[in-house]
């Protein structure tokens, strides 16, 4: 629940919490009653909360008669958007808020004994603290010793002193495992007897008033154990194993510090507290818990939990597989055939286990994944993509992933998350695959097909917070209500109790902790090793620093050392799993910070890949805006980068998509108007054109090929609201996107563009220039020209011209081909003549064209190469402030240095088109880019000053 908590004060006629005072009238009152609260105005700081009257909701829930079964109120709504049902009325004349309701009816149940709330604004973004429990009921029965609800620890033969009130006169029954071991005949306020423990009780005390009202209480009496310590056997590690000679035999193992002793319950023992099964101790590492069970049926499968001194009981946190009472019930049959019901009873989710089981059979077992500056990376949610939203509809529509030219699926988090209908980023459990989309088995034979058909599997994951379904969260949090649920407590081994960054949602985790390095080390292996996946996009690495807060949106942002050091750390781990696997940040940083990762041990071929935003600049363009329209930055240079690291990408889960922009924002000019479906449809070619051409790892979003234009922000009911990011979209095969002619010819489109990028290694070049809307040559803006060029090559294709107009008027582009002679269009095998590298070519608005010099016209090399404009800098890195710029065929040549955030930092003319030029690098120490621009092209080399 999204509340605060607080301990228990008893009710009094006018009750004050921190700063909030309230009243309740009638006190006491029956669940059937009707009651008003009542909260005076001055209890609101109506400012800093920024509402006015009648702006005030309630968030509440109810306990039973036990003051635990928490349940939320059923008309609470989502935390960031309260239900209008939930308002507080505005008294003027008094100056108060006030709601009046029946127990039993506002909270839907019966058998209230307790109910809790607090204050909000409608967003959430203010509340009151701490929160507020009120009793229910006109008999008040206060458990003085031991508190209600709590677990007190006592040897066998010790006893202990139950004292508990009333506030009218009652009789009491005191019952040790529901049998009656004292009463009372004389009503009293009060109580108390002192118990002889003698083994584990489950305690109640009852009191039942001369009008036969009836109020209970529950507590647990538990007997200490003796753990026995002993070394944990080899074959054994955190979590569930399978002896590797003996199928009869499972171990399992917990790292639980801070506990006294640990139980396993399940269906092997009949979810009882044995002692049979009290876990042991290892001797190197106290804190951890292990047993060895025996006499396990193969091929049965068996479900437990485990359940540590202070009662928690939780799911194993290495579950390659667990049962939620939570989500299980509303999954198909169709989906997940012959799931196992949840055991009754067990509350949260339970793990499960089978000896004995035949593994999958893998017809591909030395896949050969893509190179990293060949990705072409398809991300996909696999609940909006297909109507079925499982693996085998993902299955069966292989042919149309492939036939797209990518080669790599990006899975949005498919790990066990809360629900089944969600983005995935709320995680509970990171080692066990979410049995929403189908079963085990079916996904590997999805990676299996997708391996055979050379698509590479990239898994999205959340290793930044873990929601409060966690096991690792639960076993060490603060939960006064017993609803397993609450605030991270000082002692958690895994978690912040305050977030250490500005984007937090969930529990933080904290990553210089050595359990939480084992956990998501641990997480890595088994998705890598157990399902062959090929790499993973880790989610918000903004949040991997201990060195911020939750409102220090600045220091979230800026450079963190420790970020960078923790994060190195676990691309150490990820590549000694496996060496060749694809690592792949989300953290949109800055360059200093990114260049620490793409850079990092760039010598043996690895270094991370980082998302590289340019939906902002990207969808001006295909809007027909020239403002901040400059995607340069698609340039892997221009972050400082060594190698070709920058996922680019024009739209992802996480952005507006560009042709709802297209089509709410487009601009016009006369007849021609970007807002018309069929002109901003094909736009989106010319962006594919812009986008696949320029070397290095693309991402694009799913159905963007089809110019899928349902707003990110699109509710059910068809509105659009920033509430509604995660909610299901229409699925665009069900709508018949894929059989649209318009539509299907961006698909075709950019499929023909990717195979042409495929095909031709010059695509793999370092050599590139990305000139968007450049406006010293095209002072009206949106011009793209792409040079990709690569003179090392002997054979086929060395260079590549891409020119588009974005703009919504016919132009007539200057193409500045590096030399002249026959070019050929890409798309239609056509011929281009150049005589002229400066002669304009007429493009119609929203228009391009991908040029490349032909194989005949390359094939003595040296003499070609000695035509061809080219530039050099001497005695790179530049020292003493002099650079030596070597040029040839710079027909007109201007010279402009731009440092690596694209500012231009000088530009002059060169006199003659061969030669030398001495440039004085009064810059501070940094890398920059020279751009040589003539009539026969262009030219750009990489210059580092120190």
Known sequence: MKKLYSTFLLLIT????????????PNPFNE???????????????SAWGVSGNAIYI????????????QDCPTNGAWTNSNELNRLAYNAGTDTYSLTFTPTTFYNRTGIGRIGFLLKTKTGDHQTSPDIFVNVGTLSLNLTNPAANSLTSVPVGNSINITASTNINATYQLKANGTVINSTSTPSTSYSYNYTVTADANMEIIATDANSNVKNATFMLQVPRNVVSEAIPSWIRQGINYNPTDNTKVGLALYAPFKNFVHVIGSFNNWTVNDAYLMKRDTTNPDLYWIELTGITPQQLYTFQYRTNDLRKVADPFSPQILSSYDDQYISASTYPNLPVFPAGQGFEVSTFKTGETPYNWQVTNFQRPNKQDLIVYELLLRDFTQEKNWQSLIDKINYLKSLKINAIELMPIMEFEGNLSWGYNTSFHYALDKAYGTPQKFKEFIDLCHQNGIAVILDVAFNHATGRSPLARLWNIDPDGDGYGDIAANNPYFNTVPKHSYNVFNDFNHTSPATKYYVERTLQQWLTEYKVDGFRWDLTKGFTQNCSENDETCTNAYQQDRVDILKYYADKQWALDPNSYMIFEHLGTDAEEQQWANYRIAEGKGVMLWNNQNGPYNQNTMGYKENSNYDRMDHEFHGFSNMSGVGYGESHDEERLMFKNLAYGAVNGTYNVTNLNTALERMKTFGATFFTIPGPKMIWQFGELGYEFSINRCADGTINNNCRTDEKPIAFTLGYDTNVNRKAIYDTWAQIINIRNANPVFKSKTYTVESNNLTNDPNGLITRIYVYDNTLTTGVKNVVV???????????????????QWQNLMDSTILNVTSTTDPITLQPGEFRIFANPVATLATGEENLDKRLSLQIAD???????????????????????????KRMDSFKLKNEDGTYELKTNYPAGTYLVHLKTDNGVAIQKMIVQ
């Open 32 to 46: 059937t009653n009707s009651v008003t609260l009542s909260v005076p105005g001055n209890q609101i700081d109506e």
């Open 59 to 70: 968030w509440t829930w109810s306990l039973d008669l036990n003051y635990a079964n928490s």
């Open 803 to 821: 020119l588009a107009n974005y703009d919504t008027s016919v132009k007539n582009v200057v193409p500045y081909f590096p030399f002249t002679g």
């Open 14 to 25: 006018a009750f004050l919490f921190g700063q909030i005072s309230y009243t309740i009238n």
């Open 876 to 902: 790179n890195p530049v020292k003493n402030g002099l650079a030596t710029l070597i040029y040839h065929k710079a027909k007109n040549g201007q010279i402009m240095i731009y440092d690596m955030s694209g």
